[in-house]
């Protein structure tokens, strides 16, 4: 049986804030375990996204390969994940 193929989240130039703020509201309804594809050309997404999941607790997977030479980042959702601000997803919520 083959793994079932990840989640690709195609975050284009948005910064990251943005990346981070569509990135949030696309793994709340993802089952724990789904690897998630997020493609990112922002500079700052080799930087953001592994702090973001350490923050958030979900597992960064690095850099994967990509069809058409844009970056393409791996993660994996994790059981528990530490909640965020919905409008703030790089801000834990108290």
Not at 19 to 37: M, P
Not at 40 to 62: E, I, K
Not at 64 to 74: E, L
Not at 79 to 86: E, H, L, S, V, Y
Request: charged share 20%; with cysteine.
């Amino acid at each position: 049986m083959s793994a079932p193929q990840p989640v690709v989240v195609d975050g284009g130039d948005k910064a990251c804030v943005r990346l981070l703020l569509e990135l949030r509201a696309r793994l709340e309804g993802l089952s724990v375990g789904t690897v998630v594809h997020l493609i990112a050309t922002d500079p700052a997404a080799p930087l953001d996204l592994p702090a973001w999941c350490h923050l958030t607790g979900h597992t960064y997977l690095g850099p994967v390969a990509g069809d058409d030479g844009r970056p393409v980042y791996g993660l994996r959702v994790s059981a528990a994940p530490a909640p965020t601000r919905p409008d703030a997803p790089w801000h834990r919520r108290p």
